[in-house]
């Protein structure tokens, strides 16, 4: 199920960011192991709606940190 789908992918990128910190999202598709930008932006979105990180649009890239 996507449901299923999207908590692994949050927790993928829940892992790498408290291992490196803040992390552009190429740095991060890299460090959490994600194959797509729809796979990110999927588990982005889960920890965006539970309120658990930061993004910032730096110079047409988004950068991502832990709250």
């Not at 692994?8 to 992390?23: D, R, Y």
């Not at 930008?37 to 730096?58: F, M, N, P, S």
């Given at each position: 199920?996507?449901?299923t789908?999207?908590?692994e992918?949050?927790?993928?990128?829940?892992?790498a960011?408290s291992?490196?910190?803040?992390?552009?999202?190429?740095?991060?598709?890299?460090a959490?192991?994600?194959?797509?930008?729809k796979?990110?932006?999927?588990?982005l979105?889960?920890?965006?709606?539970?309120?658990?990180?930061?993004?910032?649009e730096v110079?047409?890239?988004?950068?991502?940190s832990l709250?």
């Amino acid at each position: 199920m996507l449901t299923t789908k999207a908590g692994e992918l949050a927790g993928a990128i829940w892992v790498a960011l408290s291992e490196q910190g803040t992390l552009t999202g190429k740095e991060l598709k890299k460090a959490a192991k994600i194959k797509s930008d729809k796979d990110l932006y999927l588990g982005l979105g889960w920890l965006l709606r539970e309120d658990k990180v930061y993004t910032a649009e730096v110079e047409k890239d988004i950068t991502v940190s832990l709250k």
